[in-house]
């Protein structure tokens, strides 16, 4: 199964909003209401920052917002700061595993 | 405060075996399956493989299959990853993560597999 599809980068200014697109199919992005989002740092965990397409876990910044519509789901970051520079990974659960993106490297 | 911590990563030649080990705190070990998932250089995440919480099912993605195996001890709540037929492609730092409902929530830092000659 082909990875899903995300832009390879965005970058906005200190308090502009950005959206990060994440393309899958009929078998999994628009399959299951199961995508969720990780944002990597270099030495650090992977953190995950939205689940199930649109929830925040418990202390995540509420300027964190996902979305899905059909195959495509959505990660937008309002008011950008410096320190959510990182890659942005979307993952989309399928039967037994997962299916991740290729990640989208975010420059503020 | 849930920690995931890998061990076991190294530098083996292509045909070589290692064996991951993710150490489990702060959190009901037994009550979720988990998951390791690894990137490549310069690549995407990959999920590799996922054990359920018994230990009884296992899932790998294809182009782990027949090489790799995931197994748990419950009982010191530890999740291995046995990797064999290693080859040049698996280098990737490996993640260990814990899964709930269908989302990996939570990742140990990695550890490195580095596969040349």
């Known amino acids: 199964q082909s990875a899903l599809t995300q832009p390879a980068s965005v970058s906005g200014s200190p308090g502009q909003s950005i959206t990060i697109s994440c393309t899958g199919t009929t078998s999994d992005v628009g399959r299951y209401n199961l995508v969720s989002w990780y944002q990597l740092l270099p030495g650090k965990a992977p953190k995950l920052m939205i689940y199930e397409g649109s929830k925040r876990p418990s202390g995540v910044s509420n300027r964190f917002s996902g979305s899905k519509s059909g195959n495509r789901a959505s990660l937008t970051i309002s008011g950008l700061q410096a320190d959510d520079e990182g890659d942005y990974h979307c993952c989309s659960y399928l039967s037994g595993g997962w299916l991740f993106g290729g990640g989208t490297k975010l420059t503020v | 405060e849930v920690q995931l911590l890998e061990s076991g990563g190294n530098l083996v030649q292509p045909g070589g075996s290692l064996r991951l080990s993710c150490a489990a705190s702060?959190?009901?070990?037994?009550?979720?399956?988990m998951t390791w998932v690894r990137q490549a250089p310069g690549k995407g995440l990959q999920w590799v493989s996922t054990i359920v919480e018994s230990g009884d099912k296992a899932y790998y993605a294809d182009s782990v299959k027949g090489r790799f195996t995931i197994s748990r001890d419950n009982s010191r709540n530890t999740v291995y990853l046995q990797m064999n037929s290693l080859r040049v492609e698996d280098t990737a730092l490996y993640y260990c993560?814990?899964?709930?409902?269908?989302?990996?929530?939570?990742w140990g830092q990695g550890t490195l597999v580095t596969v040349s000659s």
């Open positions: 702060g959190f009901t070990f037994t009550s979720h399956a």
């Open positions: 993560a814990k899964a709930t409902s269908g989302t990996c929530d939570q």
